[in-house]
Nanobody, 120 residues
Framework: QVQLVESGGGLVQPGGSLRLSCSASGITFSIYNSGWYRQAPGKQREMVATITSGSSTNYADSVKGRFTISRDNARNTGYLQMNSLKPEDTAVYYC??????????????WGQGTQVTVSS
């Protein structure tokens, strides 16, 4: 069984911070690329940040300088540190893990999401 479980969401004031966690089980998380995605009300899901198995990172322009993606492979856990939060960051945040075989076959897994609400 493969399972990704997000945690750490909640209500925060504008300018505040949250750290999201993605706990993986059933896979060796270290060999998977991982990412955080979000879906706001009335909007499509968008990429927030990604991190490869080699720890190379990429961020959406809207969160650069504010969010940091990281991973602790020994704990099979990914993280998203979110600082200077804005109301437009309000969304359900999802964690993903992907492994692509040399023949092109791929495994992709998603968590159930955690709600982040930024409001005064």
């Amino acid at each position: 069984q493969v399972q990704l479980v997000e945690s750490g969401g909640g209500l925060v004031q504008p300018g505040g911070s949250l750290r999201l966690s993605c706990s993986a089980s059933g896979i060796t998380f270290s060999i998977y690329n991982s990412g955080w995605y979000r879906q706001a009300p009335g909007k499509q899901r968008e990429m927030v940040a990604t991190i490869t198995s080699g720890s190379s990172t990429n961020y959406a322009d809207s969160v650069k300088g504010r969010f940091t993606i990281s991973r602790d492979n020994a704990r099979n856990t990914g993280y998203l540190q979110m600082n200077s939060l804005k109301p437009e960051d309000t969304a359900v945040y999802y964690c993903s893990a992907r492994f692509v075989f040399s023949n092109g076959d791929a495994y992709e897994y998603w968590g159930q999401g955690t709600q982040v609400t930024v409001s005064s």
